[in-house]
């Protein structure tokens, strides 16, 4: 097929690889502009684009493409067959969903129609489910409510952060995209729309979405540093400066005490959640100081036994 690709972190990557190994022309790729990042602020180039350009692959960078004509005029040029959107981070236009015959297929990070936005993955680690998956999809004009052609499931294991899972269903859905598109030319699937009554939303993360909450189950706090790794991350504050729980741990058993409270042991540093159980604080860094072990922390005093999260 005739195909213009759509996306931007090293998420579409597979994908973009497996459509090539496939056969497919690509005779477009967009992605999103280089963006400053880091300390320095050095402009940081999409990893779609650094493929693509390897590939020898055309790639256009547009800043806007709702009203955006030139793109328009050099789409419909191309008159693909799809239009294949991975992560891309643009809401699809009405004229673009119009232009290809099979439509704009897209790989979304759930198993649709949970988790609809722009967080799927993070949020089901975040919230402790046991499985996630991915889906294809042929986009509409709503937040991920297109039908449904393709999907399938991965398990989450009881450690697994969301950025572990990231490489993991990218991997998994990529020869889904390919299957998807042999299907639709093919004839053999059949469109499913989703259940709106069954979804659940998975909302852009904010820094907010870190703060540790100590009223929380000790599970579900370990849940959530899980699913917002590497941001935002797990942090609270002590004595007034930001501290950021880089590892932690469910304790099997340690004493109880009052929710949001340090206890130190030794060398190992503990906090109460809000059901009374403990977790174990392994790495962390105090606001203005280097990440390190918590027994080295300890050892300089950054956090003391009766300190309190939030404090």
Aim: charged share 25%; proline share 6%.
């Amino acid at each position: 097929m005739r195909l213009v690709f759509c996306g931007t972190p090293a998420f579409a990557l597979p994908t973009l690889q497996a459509l090539q190994s496939a056969g497919h022309r690509i005779e477009l790729v967009l992605c999103q502009p280089d963006r400053p990042s880091g300390r320095g602020l050095a402009l940081t180039v999409p990893p779609i684009k650094e493929a693509a350009l390897r590939a020898g692959l055309e790639v256009l960078q547009p800043e806007k493409i709702r009203n955006n004509q030139d793109l328009q005029a050099r789409l419909e040029s191309i008159r693909p067959d799809a239009i294949i959107v991975v992560a891309y981070g643009r809401l699809i236009p009405r004229w673009m969903l119009d232009l290809p015959h099979f439509g704009n297929l897209n790989l979304h990070g759930s198993l649709l129609p949970k988790y609809r936005g722009a967080a799927p993955i993070q949020w089901a680690v975040a919230n402790g489910e046991t499985a996630t998956g991915v889906t294809t999809m042929r986009l509409d004009e709503g937040m991920d409510t297109g039908d449904m052609l393709l999907r399938r499931s991965l398990p989450i294991r009881a450690a697994d952060t969301a950025e572990g899972l990231f490489p993991r269903l990218a991997e998994l859905g990529a020869p889904l995209m390919v299957e998807t598109l042999a299907g639709l030319e093919a004839g053999t699937i059949t469109a499913q729309r989703q259940d709106s009554s069954l979804a659940t939303l998975a909302p852009l993360l904010t820094r907010e979405d870190g703060r540790v909450d100590p009223t929380r189950t000790a599970q579900s706090i370990y849940d959530r540093w899980r699913g917002f790794q590497p941001w935002p991350g797990a942090w609270t504050t002590v004595r007034g400066r930001k501290v950021t729980l880089h590892r932690l741990a469910v304790a099997a058993s340690a004493k109880r005490g009052d929710p949001g409270a340090f206890r130190v042991e030794g060398d190992r540093l503990f906090f109460t959640a809000g059901d009374g159980a403990s977790l174990e604080v392994t790495e962390l860094q105090v606001e203005g100081k280097r990440r390190m072990a918590a027994a080295d922390l300890l050892r300089g005093h950054g956090v003391s036994d009766g300190d309190r999260l939030g404090s």
